[in-house]
């Protein structure tokens, strides 16, 4: 089988397509860094003859600065969808799209299929807007698309920028680790070779089907930076700030998996710890 990759140098993306290539599925990339752009239709039309697949991974993904610029997280996260659905409905392709956990915003946990979509930011309203209308070419147009919606991927190839880098620059220098709030932020973190996995089987879901890839634990940022303090054996202690202002808005999400694990036998194999250990390694090879 030969799978289209949007956003294939993305870190989601890279180790997606390692896991494909890895599964004997022939990959074509399609990002920036290759000379495409999802808001070009013509290009995502050539680029897809031929193929059997498509992973739509190509996104603004910059919860935070998407609070100052909305435009753009909309503009590329929606239509770069809508052109990517249309693709896929012109050349009867199947789709599997990458969604966000961020669309559930806060809520009751874990947070299953059914829970409310309470975007609380301009990126998360446009990965909102582009599972809903994912869905909507399910049942107007028959498109055999799958919908896999991700908790807090982590591991090798993540932007510098994220918390578990963050924390480990700050460890590494002996620095105090900053923490917003009072360290009780909740997140579920999933590995990425497990959300690679995930992505891999959800080739075989049914046309319309919506999961989630969690592993149904909740760890807090103060938690979290402490296992980082753990690891690298830092002196660095913990300092608590006031949230940014371009704080999105979610303090506390777990996800459920059970219907990952039921349809799909999918379920987590990297626990946390061995998990930011792998990163960690990966951070240090990086400042060699």
Not at 41 to 46: F, S, T
Not at 120 to 147: E, H, M, R, T
Not at 192 to 206: F, N, Q, R, S, T
Not at 245 to 259: A, D, E, L
Request: hydrophobic letters at 35%; a neutral charge.
């Amino acid at each position: 089988m030969l799978a289209l990759v949007t956003g294939d140098t993305g870190f989601i993306g890279t180790n997606l397509k390692w896991w494909l290539t890895d599964a004997g599925i022939s990959v074509k990339c399609f990002s920036r860094g290759n000379g495409f752009d999802v808001l070009n239709r013509d290009q995502l039309r050539h680029e897809a003859q031929g193929c059997g697949l498509v992973y739509h991974l190509a996104a603004y993904a910059n919860p935070a600065e998407s609070v100052l610029k909305p435009d753009y997280a909309i503009e590329v996260n929606v239509k770069g969808t809508v052109n990517v659905l249309e693709v896929c409905k012109e050349l009867g392709i199947p789709l599997v799209y990458p969604g966000s956990c961020e669309i559930y915003g806060d809520g009751v946990t874990p947070m299953d299929e059914e829970h409310p979509l309470r975007p609380p930011n301009p990126y998360a309203a446009s990965k909102a807007a582009a599972d809903v209308i994912c869905y909507s070419y399910f049942k107007c147009y028959g498109l055999d698309v799958k919908i896999v919606r991700l908790f807090n991927p982590y591991g090798p190839k993540q932007q510098l920028n994220k918390i578990i880098p963050t924390f480990y620059s700050q460890a590494n220098k002996n620095k105090p680790l900053t923490v917003y709030g009072d360290g009780s932020d909740t997140r579920d973190y999933v590995y990425i070779d497990d959300v690679a996995y995930g992505l891999y089987l959800a080739k075989d879901l049914p046309a319309g089907e919506i999961i989630n890839l969690a592993t149904g634990k909740a760890t807090t940022n103060l938690e979290l930076a402490k296992i980082i303090i753990d690891l690298t054996g830092s002196r660095s202690e913990i300092s608590f700030a006031k949230y940014p202002q371009t704080f999105g808005g979610i303090k506390r999400q777990v996800g459920s998996g059970k219907k990952a694990k039921s349809m799909l036998g999918w379920q987590p194999r990297v626990s946390l710890v061995e998990g930011v250990e792998k990163m960690l390694q990966w951070l240090r090879s990086e400042n060699e």
